[in-house]
């Protein structure tokens, strides 16, 4: 029973982290229409600068430092890239980010090299006794940062004019272009968003007990946004909190109860959110909340 | 060209490709193998996500369906029999994602490909009788009644050029890659073509039209993984020995890169951009030294394998801002401004399933597709 609540525990500390990854995924969707698959790399770029300088800034600063270049790069493919081929179909656009991906994460793996950094964080390897199992600091830390900025984030998305706008050009793009919104600029704001929410996932996404930022994160990271995302329903926020929460779940469980479940293989933590997505899919092929493209002819 | 002019060319071609072992080293050689082998898959995906409009990133799955299939019938079945169940595993694992493939609409698919990827991962990962686990198995190399694919047995000198295992290769591969061509371009130019053409400008007008739209949609996964399947029995015999991290995400990238730097549903920019992105990292590396600016292993800076990982994601994200229509656009454009050079180009114009289905085609930049 106690390990049932620590898994439990544990996924959902993890499915914040993993929430927070789908949450700008899935923004950049709604906004731009685009599939970023250079979202891990992204992340990986947020982690390495919080890794690189925390020793000479600090770790707020390196943070913060991190938050800006990432949100800058972001706005940097999204608008500048991104906004040029406009008439595309998504899945050329999608593939077009795969090549930013490429870039971006080989010019980032090949700047950590061989070297093995830490985020740098306070809350270190420190363990707290929760209900009776143990769960590590930083997954705390986590999931309270999460809950914040899902909360400023949903609101933003309810009361301000921005929010309002990303929501009216996501429904109706040509309608709210006629009203005066311009549309490049609630884009780029995703982005910008987008970006600043994968510098913070990345901080966390690395820090103990994951073994700190290495080449792969990346990809791991983009391993997850894209069960939870779809899972949840590209078009949709809730639909990205529910997914990640569902994907941390899945992946603690899955990890946690390996031995039981060692006819499927070693390693299905990894692959259970996969199998839950396609599961999903072949139901509801919109994700749980996305919503349904009704063809009019 | 005129036709006579056509046919020249093509036979000088053909004899420059028959001679071409005699003269090529054991590099160049190796090098044409995997291009040819990659240039089958490329071919395979065009179809898919240029021709269907379906975006896979599934692909790699498939070529490890086909390779590792392969590789086990080998031992058990004369060589091309086991080649033929290979490509047909591949084939049957794309039908049985079809229902997936048939229900989903583009991003979406395009997402749910990327389970499969992982899932294949794990399962080569895990099925170690199978598939050997992380070490991987060797490959049984080809016999074709008797006559070897190995530097022996039977032993052939040409023009006193012995006949090794690759030489022996590249004829095999050329000409499986020149029937998967030739199949391809039918395919393409025919009623299904046509029909898989429609379905991707517009479902709805090509389901008016008469076309079974989710039947075809699984034909068109179904014949794209019997490619990557082939790709992979291809693979498997240029390898000699075939492991599961070959077969991941970044190959399923690769296959992507291929067709987009080629120009999305092209057959022979396929082909070229698999030549692109397959043999660019083997010859920067083999002449990283000679080149000078790159790093060696060891030092810091860019070195060989980064740099062109760097020029084709590069190129991948240029060719899509500049030149949309990829290398096979290049050439007939080359080839009318050579044949009348005052004539203003065409200007190609893209529709899509959502614009059509809004009304059709639209000349301006339409907000609704941002």
Redesign the interface.
Known sequence: MTRAVELLLNGLSLGCIDALIALGFVVVFKA??V?NFAHGSLLLLGAYVVGRYHDRLGFAGAVALSVAVTAAVAVLVGAV?L??????????L???T??????LA??L??RI?TDLLSTGDPWGAGVVLLAGVHIAQTRIAAAGVAVLLVGAFLAALRFTDWGVALRASAE???T??LVGIR??RV?ATAWFLAGGLAAIAGLFFTAFPASGVTGTVG?AAL?AA??A??LGG?DSTTGALVGGLAVGLTAAFAAGYQDELAF?????G??AP??V??LV??VR???LFGRR?V??? | MSRPLQAVVWAMAVALALAAPLSLTSFWLQTALFVMAAAIGAIGLTLLVGVAGQLSLAHAFFVAVGAYGYAFLAGHWPSPLAAVGGVALAGVAGALFSPIAGRLRGIYLGLASLGLVFLGQHILLNATPLTGGFNGRDVAPFNLFGFTFTATNPDVVVFNVPYGALERLWYLFLLVLAIAYWYARNLLHSRPGRALAGIRDSSVAAAVMGVDVRRYRAAAFTVSSGYAGLAGVLFALAFGRIVPDSFGFAMSIDFLAMIVIGGLGSVPGSVAGAAVVTALPLVISHYSGALGFLAQPGEPGVGAADAARLLYGAAVVAVLLFVPGGLAQLVPTARRRVARPNRPRPSVKETSDEANARGGYRPVPDPDRM
Do not use: H, K, N
């Open positions: 731009a229409r599939v890239v906004r040029r081929v406009r008439l595309a179909d998504p899945g050329t999608a593939i077009l795969l090549g930013v991906d490429i870039v080989t010019e793996t090949r090299g109706r793009p040509a709210a272009a549309l490049g884009a990809q391993g894209v069960p995302a779809v590209l499927l293989g070693r390693g299905f990894a692959v996969y199998v997505m396609l899919l072949l092929p919109s994700g493209d063809t009019r002819v």
